[in-house]
């Protein structure tokens, strides 16, 4: 199963620091071989990115989309329209839009229908807080997360997912899980996909570990056959080091 790395830029990088970015990675392009590498810009970057990334092998992906096809929403973007410019993936469910934002699982399990609809693949993040992690009930909450969000879906479909294991408390605090403890969520998160999907479907569905990945740390979470790659804020800002993370994820994988 090919490897996924995406940078996620949140609410950063106006259009000039997108070309910038774009320039600089294309170079390395070849250097990442047998890794899907994803940039995930804003959306007011998302027409230039999709010029530079055109002809690569570099993918695009969106942060988030609006779970109806087109209507009187003022202020949101629809999945078609991504689709339209190029847009592969698109992000759902991201913990700040969880928790800053407030969107519900219900709202997510919406968001996730809406973008297959529209012919996009979802990376639907899961992921407990440290408090939900210190109780015990992290377990709990990821499989509530996940079956919330694959509700409904046809077993066909939960194939294009790609899943996103992000624990709160690591998302841009420079204190990434353990990788012991990472590779216990995602070996779980398996199992629910497992269950929800059946074993042949859930195989193919990739998890990304997410929270403060840097290029020293990448390897030792990819090492691990549970985790099929990473969801990057901070270390993607930068085409040099994220450069060189996609590079330690791949090498640590041939190791
Ligand atoms: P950091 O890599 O900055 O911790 O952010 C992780 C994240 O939220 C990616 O979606």
Redesign the pocket.
């Known amino acids: 199963m090919e490897m996924i790395i995406a940078a ?1 830029w949140k609410m950063h990088k106006k259009t000039g620091d997108t070309a910038e970015f774009c320039r600089a990675i294309l170079k390395d392009q070849q250097l990442f071989k047998g890794v899907e590498v994803l940039i995930c810009p804003p959306y007011t970057s998302l027409p230039l990115a999709a010029e530079f990334l055109n002809d690569s092998s570099l993918k695009l992906g969106a942060q988030d989309l609006h779970w109806e096809q087109e209507g009187a929403f003022t202020g949101e973007i629809a999945g078609p329209m991504l689709a339209d410019l190029g847009v592969e993936y698109v ?1 759902i469910g ?3 839009r969880r928790h800053i934002i407030g969107e519900s699982n219900n709202r997510i399990r919406s968001k996730v229908k809406a973008a297959l609809e529209a012919g996009l693949k979802p990376i639907l ?1 899961v992921g407990e807080t440290e408090a939900e992690r210190e109780q015990g009930s992290a377990n709990s909450v990821i499989s509530e997360q996940l079956l919330a969000a694959l509700e409904g879906l046809a077993p066909g479909d939960m194939e294009e997912l790609v899943i ?1 294991y ?1 624990p709160v408390w ?4 420079g204190k990434a899980a353990q990788p012991g403890d990472a590779d216990a969520a995602c070996s779980f998160i398996r199992e629910v996909l497992q269950n929800a999907a059946g074993p042949e479907r859930a195989q193919k569905i990739r998890i990304q570990y ?4 840097k290029v020293d740390n990448i390897g030792s979470f990819v090492e691990f056959a549970s985790i099929q790659g990473a ?5 993607s800002m930068q085409p040099d080091s994220f450069s060189a993370l996609i590079q330690a994820a791949r090498k640590a994988v041939q190791n």
Do not use: M, Y
Not at 170 to 173: Q, R, Y
Not at 210 to 213: I, R
Not at 231 to 235: D, I, N, Q, R, Y
């Open positions: 996620n992000i991201h913990s700040e993040c996103a992000e690591a998302i841009g605090t997410g929270g403060s990945v969801l990057v804020g901070g270390a």
